[in-house]
């Protein structure tokens, strides 16, 4: 009988700058080709954009943005045997996968929104799901009532 060895899950590793490690989830998400000097960038753009909007501290609002956007409940596929049709079935989901959702979710409406620079798009998406009013905190709110839905 094989014994396998119990895998510890690989975090990465604090950012420099902030020293935290949801940036560095953030700058790992928008990271194209290998090219995290380029990434690590648009990110410290977007937070200095972030900061003279606001004059705060764009690390209190960013983590304030993942905790609005990120969900409890997503809504997974699951088909019966005999049956041909599928049924959503909700289930919960873990802290940092649900952190993990958060950060895609973000960084896919901002690289939909319209402008220029994604330093800009990316600093309005934190913005507004700080607020709760961007389109990631509509995409959370449309997954919890198609999970409330198939219960």
């Known amino acids: 009988m094989i014994r396998r060895i119990s895998i510890k899950k690989r975090y990465p590793n604090q950012d420099i700058r902030y020293s ?3 940036v560095s989830l953030l700058i790992n998400r ?3 080709k290998g090219k995290k000097s380029l990434a690590k960038i648009l990110v410290y753009k977007a937070f200095d954009i972030i900061y003279k909007k606001l ?3 764009p690390l ?3 983590e304030r943005a ?3 956007v990120s969900p409890k409940i997503q809504v997974k596929l699951s088909r019966i045997k ?3 049709s599928a049924l959503l079935v909700p289930t919960l989901i873990s802290r940092y996968n649900a952190t993990n959702i958060a950060i895609k979710w973000i960084i896919s409406f901002a690289k939909k929104r319209t402008g220029k620079e994604f330093s ?3 600093a309005n998406e934190i913005l507004d799901a700080a607020s709760k009013s ?3 905190f509509k995409k959370k709110e449309e997954t919890h009532k198609t999970a409330e839905a198939n219960k």
């Open 20 to 22: 935290n490690f949801l």
């Open 30 to 32: 928008i990271l194209k």
């Open 55 to 57: 004059e705060k501290d």
């Open 60 to 62: 209190i609002i960013f």
């Open 66 to 68: 993942i905790k609005n």
């Open 82 to 84: 005999r049956r041909k």
């Open 120 to 122: 800009l798009k990316l």
């Open 134 to 136: 961007g389109s990631s």
